[in-house]
């Protein structure tokens, strides 16, 4: 079966054909570092992952870029008002970025450009398109001619939309209905940070970065783009009329979007009181793995409804597979193979990738893993698994991990100080009357061999004898 993408350029699933036989140029866009990224932000970074490791696990030889957002709107807002600099306000968040990242399993780029080191490259990128006649200056600031480009509202369906051509928007972010020209180069501002160049003292316009920065690292033109469905229009919009604008070139074959996520059912919100970050959750003592887990279970292009119960039933489907993982490695079984098991094996396999293939169908794929963790299980209790088939299917399962980055292969033994932590977690946890998560900490101990004790002198815990 060939690799296939749903194209949101086309509004269809196509075969995945790179420009380069073998190789895939990816570019996804990267958090806007001012603040703690939200666990609706990383079900786009947990998706851009998957589809990276997927790409290598088919044998593609994978550049992957994710740009830092460290100069924008809101950045110098901050700045200004605290009398800091940029890099004060952002170095901080980056630092913390890549910690999340790592806590996740989320592979770091090849290169994570930041907007600051590429203001030359977007100068370059705004003379090009007035050479080309799609920006004009106004006050000092320079802007996008979106009636110089026919094709501008192709990829958000804009076809329909009166464009307001010649009415000018500074701001990076706006509605549908603000379908305007938009600023590339900002007009400095007293006390903001600004760069002195070719077009004069400003900063770069928050849609110019990603344009810039994309075809720094990867070309004029390049074979897939991901993002958020929310950045959908204006941004990708309006990168595609700058990239192609100044090029005259094809700016991305393939554009790859993630559907947002709910908390419950309900939109994230802060005043409603259901915004999480991912330390919000490490606080309550949550399994960093089942928060992939649940990140990347779901299918990319639907809705992902994020809750508790849900991450319950995240660390239970793990459980499933560290568990048969240890018993593949750890119990004895008789010498030899069947052909029965030989051949699910394979069919397993088979069906995992024909399922990733369909534009990463991780459900039905995840369906095929767990059907063959039961027929195993099931052909171990009843001392029907052969040596041969135990470490074919433990095979299977380290190379399907390499996609998931989820399963643990061991069972490192708890650190004293670990297992106080989580206690802790659990007094505060039973303090708010949060049983469900008090629950699941002593579950997850004692899967871990440590037996609690409650008394009325305080919580006390043990070893498990084996």
């Given amino acids: 079966m060939t690799l296939r993408f749903f194209n949101t350029l086309e509004r269809q699933v196509e075969p995945f054909e790179p420009l380069e036989e073998g190789k895939a140029k990816v570019y996804a866009c990267g958090p806007t570092v001012y603040g703690y990224a939200h666990i609706g932000n990383f079900r786009a970074f947990a998706f851009a992952d998957l589809l990276r490791r997927y790409l290598r696990f088919r044998g593609f030889e994978t550049t992957f870029v994710m740009n830092l957002t460290d100069v924008d709107d809101r950045i110098i807002e901050i700045a200004r008002d605290k009398g800091i600099s940029i890099g004060e306000v952002t170095e901080p968040f980056i630092k913390i970025f890549f910690e999340d990242l790592a806590a996740l399993n989320i592979e770091k780029a090849d290169v994570h450009p930041r907007a600051t080191e590429h203001i030359e490259d977007m100068v370059e990128l705004v003379k090009a398109l007035k050479d080309r006649g799609h920006a004009y200056e106004q006050d000092g600031s320079t802007y996008y001619s979106i009636s110089s480009f026919p094709e501008y509202g192709r990829l958000a369906r804009l076809q329909e939309v009166d464009l307001k051509a010649g009415a000018r928007l500074d701001t990076d972010r706006y509605e549908k209905e603000d379908v305007r020209d938009f600023a590339l180069w900002k007009a400095c501002k007293a006390g903001e940070h600004c760069w002195d160049t070719e077009l004069g003292s400003g900063r770069p316009g928050w849609h110019l970065e990603c344009s810039a920065m994309s075809m720094r690292y990867l070309g004029k033109t390049f074979d897939i783009h991901l993002g958020g469905d929310d950045l959908i229009f204006p941004h990708h919009e309006n990168e595609i009329a700058q990239s192609e604008g100044a090029t005259g070139k094809p700016f991305v074959h393939y554009w790859l979007h993630a559907r947002h996520l709910i ?150 033994a708890l650190e004293d100080e670990e297992i106080e932590k989580l206690i802790q977690q659990r007094i505060e946890a039973r303090a708010r009357r949060d049983f469900a998560q008090a629950d699941h900490i002593r579950d997850m101990l004692a899967e871990r061999g440590i037996i609690l004790q409650d008394t009325p002198e305080g919580t006390r815990w043990r070893k498990a004898a084996h």
Avoid at 291 to 309: G, P
Avoid at 356 to 366: G, K, R, V, W
């Fill in 263 to 412: 908390i419950d059912g309900r939109k994230m919100s802060r005043s409603e009181g259901n915004f999480f970050t991912l330390r919000d959750l490490f606080k309550r003592g949550e399994d960093p793995r089942a928060i992939r887990y649940l990140l990347i279970s779901t299918h990319y292009r639907r809705l992902l409804n994020f809750s508790f119960d849900a991450l319950r039933a995240a660390a239970s489907a793990l459980a499933r597979f560290d568990e048969f993982a240890l018993r593949l490695q750890e119990e004895s079984f008789p010498p030899g193979s069947q052909t029965s098991h030989k051949e699910a094996v394979q069919r397993c396999r088979g069906e995992f990738i024909d399922a990733m293939d369909d534009d990463l169908n991780i459900s039905e794929a995840l369906a095929a893993v767990f059907m063959l963790v039961r027929d195993f299980n099931s052909a171990a209790d009843d001392g029907d698994l052969h040596s041969k088939d135990a470490a074919a299917a433990l095979e299977l399962l380290q190379e399907i991990d390499q996609v998931l980055g989820v399963i643990n292969f061991e069972q490192p």
